[in-house]
Structures are given as structure tokens and as C-alpha cells.
């Protein structure tokens, strides 16, 4: 009986760790979230950017993946992503490469 006690045990302390880490995770992500200065503009792309590309719209800031935003779709990336470290520091008319593709930047907002 009490070998089934301490297992049932155990395996509530792994989840409640699991449980903490994604809170410590999606707090970390408001804070980033709640800093970003996305009223003003910038020549270089930095956290708070809104990049658009020859195919794509990037907004640097956490990494939720693709999202629509007004009937486009909307790849919100990481400034730490491999496709946001290319991006980050870049300008109008500078090109990245990700993917085996090409992507010039046409305006950043």
C-alpha cells in the first residue's frame, strides 16, 4: 500500500514541476510581451518589429508560431529563432536567407 502511495506522490510532485516551468515560462513571455515599444520605429529590425518581407509579415517578439492578424497570416518569431537572429540588425532592402529561400526586406514597422 504505501509503495502505491509514494509512486501517486511522486508523480504529482513531476507535474506540479511540469506546471511551474510552463508558468515560469508564460511569465517570462508577458514580461517580454509588456516591455516591447511597438509605437515607435526603427530602421533596424529589433524586438517589436513588424517585418515585411517578399513573402512573409514576421513580428519579432515571442514565439507563438503563425497566427492571422486581418485576413494575413503572421509569423510572430523569437529574436532568439534562427530565422530571428538573421532578421535582427537588418534593414530595408537587406536579404536574408532562411530555408534554402532568399527573403529581402521591404519595410519595417
Given at each position: 500500500m504505501?509503495d502505491?502511495?509514494?509512486t501517486?506522490?511522486?508523480?504529482?510532485?513531476l507535474?506540479?514541476?511540469k506546471?511551474?516551468?510552463?508558468?515560469?515560462?508564460?511569465?517570462?513571455m508577458k514580461?517580454?510581451l509588456?516591455?516591447l515599444?511597438i509605437e515607435?520605429?526603427?530602421e533596424?529590425v529589433?524586438?517589436?518589429?513588424l517585418?515585411?518581407?517578399?513573402t512573409?509579415l514576421?513580428?519579432?517578439s515571442?514565439s507563438?508560431?503563425?497566427?492571422?492578424?486581418?485576413?494575413?497570416?503572421?509569423?510572430?518569431?523569437?529574436p532568439?529563432?534562427p530565422i530571428?537572429?538573421?532578421l535582427?540588425?537588418k534593414?530595408v532592402?537587406?536579404?536574408?536567407e532562411?530555408?534554402g529561400?532568399v527573403?529581402r526586406?521591404?519595410?519595417?514597422?
Amino acid at each position: 500500500m504505501g509503495d502505491k502511495y509514494e509512486t501517486a506522490r511522486e508523480m504529482m510532485n513531476l507535474e506540479k514541476e511540469k506546471y511551474s516551468t510552463q508558468l515560469e515560462d508564460a511569465e517570462k513571455m508577458k514580461t517580454i510581451l509588456n516591455s516591447l515599444k511597438i509605437e515607435h520605429s526603427s530602421e533596424k529590425v529589433v524586438l517589436g518589429s513588424l517585418v515585411k518581407s517578399s513573402t512573409c509579415l514576421f513580428f519579432v517578439s515571442i514565439s507563438l508560431g503563425k497566427i492571422p492578424v486581418n485576413g494575413k497570416e503572421v509569423f510572430v518569431i523569437s529574436p532568439l529563432s534562427p530565422i530571428g537572429q538573421s532578421l535582427m540588425g537588418k534593414q530595408v532592402n537587406n536579404s536574408i536567407e532562411f530555408a534554402g529561400k532568399v527573403e529581402r526586406i521591404i519595410s519595417i514597422a
